[in-house]
């Protein structure tokens, strides 16, 4: 009767642990997903991102 609940505790054991690493692969996929998909697109040129002119130092006047 004992080697029973030994083998029934060592099973819940490993049990809970392939329960919680595929819980955890879940969870990080939907972080991947949700970063994915939540990430907003850069519009270039808008508020001087583009074409910014050097106003002092030796590069002055080049355009970037």
Do not use: P, S
Request: no cysteine; aromatic share 4%.
């Amino acid at each position: 009767m004992q080697t029973g609940t030994l083998n029934t505790m060592a099973t819940g054991r490993i049990t809970k642990k392939v329960l919680d690493y595929i819980a955890e692969i879940n969870r990080t996929a939907q972080q991947k997903k949700l970063a994915k998909e939540l990430k907003k697109e850069v519009e270039t040129g808008k508020h001087g991102t583009q074409k910014y002119v050097v106003k002092e130092g030796e590069n002055k006047g080049k355009v970037l």
